[in-house]
């Protein structure tokens, strides 16, 4: 199957991989921005939409 995962497949692609990346693999922001090449501040922006995603 390829594509997102049905409950992720609203969020953009840098949110899934920041949801991969830090919420399941646990692996800190700096080294979540430095794999997929942006930097910190846009990472915890990614995660924020990801949590508020997740209230709604």
């Known amino acids: 199957m390829a594509g ?3 409950p ?3 969020l ?3 949110e899934q991989d920041v949801l991969v990346l830090h919420l399941v693999l646990d692996l800190p922001e700096a080294e979540v921005a430095e ?3 942006t930097d910190a501040v846009a990472v915890h922006m990614h995660l924020r939409s990801v ?3 997740r209230r709604h």
């Open 4 to 6: 997102p995962l049905p």
């Open 8 to 10: 992720v497949a609203h």
């Open 12 to 14: 953009s692609e840098p």
């Open 35 to 37: 794999l997929i090449g």
């Open 51 to 53: 949590r508020a995603a």
